[in-house]
C-alpha cells in the first residue's frame, strides 16, 4: 500500500464574502491572529507526515506564491537588526516544504480543483485541505486520517456533526458505524434540505482520495452553477471501492466567511501565552 506523500489545498476561489479586502488580497492570505491562513494548512499536511504540497491558485493571487519564497532583503534586514528569533521565523517560511503551484483559470467547483492537480498527483493516493477549515486539535486531524487510511486502503473524509438547518451548506454522508468515530459511507450528497439529508455528519474540508477520483470527477456532470461537485464524484466512486468517514477531534473554525474568520482570530488569540492575558482583560472590559 501506497502512503500519503501528496496533499492538494485549493486556495482559486474568488472570496466574494470578504469583498471589498479581495480585490487585491487573496482570501488565503487573511492573518489569522500573526499568519496566514493558507499557512495553517501548510503546517497541518507537514506536520502529518506529507512531503509535497500542491496548491491550486489563480492568476491576481500571486501573493501565495511570494510569501513562501525565500526574502532575502527582509533577512538581512533582521540580520543587521540582531532579530535572530524573527530571522529564523522568516527563513523556516521559505524551507517549509515543496510546493507547486497549479492555475485553475476559472473556479469550477471543488471537484474541478482537483482534477486539475492530476499530472501532479499521478497514481498516488493524496490528501486535499480547504484551508478555510482551521481545525485546532491535538494531533493533527489529517494525520489521524492517514492512520485510517493505511487501516482501510480506501478514501477518508472529515465529517463532523452539523445542526439540522446546515445541511443546506455541506455534503453529507450516509454513515454505517465502523468504529468510534470511525464509519463507511453509504452515500453522499451535497447540500440536501434538512427532510432529505441522510444523516447529521457533513463532511469538513480534509479528505484522502485515491487516484481513481480523477476518473470519477471528469464523468461527473456540471450542476445547476455549472459547477463540478466532489461530493458528486464520490458518490459515482462509491460504485467501484469503498469509502470511509472519521469524525474530526478537537474544534474547527470555518474562517470562510466574516464571523467565523473573527472567531477564529478571538479563539486562538485567546491560547496564546504571549498576547492571551491582555487580549483576555481588554474583552473583559470591552463586554462590560
Known amino acids: 500500500m501506497m502512503r500519503v506523500r501528496k496533499a492538494v489545498i485549493t486556495a482559486a476561489g474568488w472570496g466574494t464574502r470578504f469583498l471589498p479586502v479581495t480585490r487585491s488580497q487573496p482570501k488565503e492570505m487573511l492573518p489569522l491572529v500573526d499568519k496566514p491562513l493558507i ?22 493571487k500571486r501573493a501565495i506564491e511570494d510569501y513562501f519564497q525565500p526574502a532575502p532583503e527582509l533577512e538581512d534586514y533582521l540580520e543587521r537588526k540582531g532579530e535572530t528569533a524573527l530571522l529564523a521565523q522568516m527563513r523556516e517560511i521559505s524551507g517549509m516544504v515543496d510546493i507547486q503551484y497549479i492555475y485553475q483559470e476559472e473556479p469550477l467547483g471543488l471537484g474541478h480543483a482537483v482534477l486539475t492537480a492530476r499530472e501532479a498527483i499521478g497514481s498516488e493516493p493524496f490528501a486535499v485541505i480547504l484551508p478555510d477549515d482551521v481545525i485546532d486539535s491535538r494531533v493533527p486531524s489529517l494525520k489521524s486520517m492517514m492512520a485510517i487510511h493505511q487501516r482501510y486502503d480506501c478514501g477518508v473524509l472529515a465529517v463532523e456533526t452539523i445542526a439540522d438547518e446546515d445541511t443546506r451548506r455541506y455534503g453529507i454522508i450516509e454513515p454505517e458505524p465502523v468504529a468510534a468515530g470511525i464509519y463507511r459511507v453509504l452515500s453522499l450528497v451535497e447540500k440536501p434540505e434538512p427532510a432529505q439529508a441522510p444523516s447529521r455528519l457533513g463532511i469538513v474540508g480534509r479528505y484522502i482520495l485515491t487516484p481513481r477520483i480523477f476518473d470519477a470527477i471528469r464523468d461527473t456532470r456540471k450542476d445547476e452553477r455549472g459547477e463540478v461537485q466532489l461530493t458528486d464524484a464520490l458518490q459515482r466512486l462509491l460504485k467501484q471501492q469503498k469509502l470511509y468517514a472519521c469524525e474530526i477531534e478537537g474544534t474547527r473554525y470555518d474562517t470562510g466567511t466574516p464571523p467565523g474568520w473573527l472567531k477564529a482570530n478571538v479563539a486562538l488569540a485567546l491560547k496564546r501565552d504571549d498576547i492571551g492575558p491582555e487580549f483576555r482583560d481588554y474583552l473583559k472590559k470591552l463586554l462590560k
Open 39 to 60: 499557512q495553517y494548512a501548510v503546517a497541518e499536511a507537514l506536520a502529518s507526515g506529507i512531503e509535497q504540497i500542491i496548491i491550486i491558485t489563480s492568476p491576481g
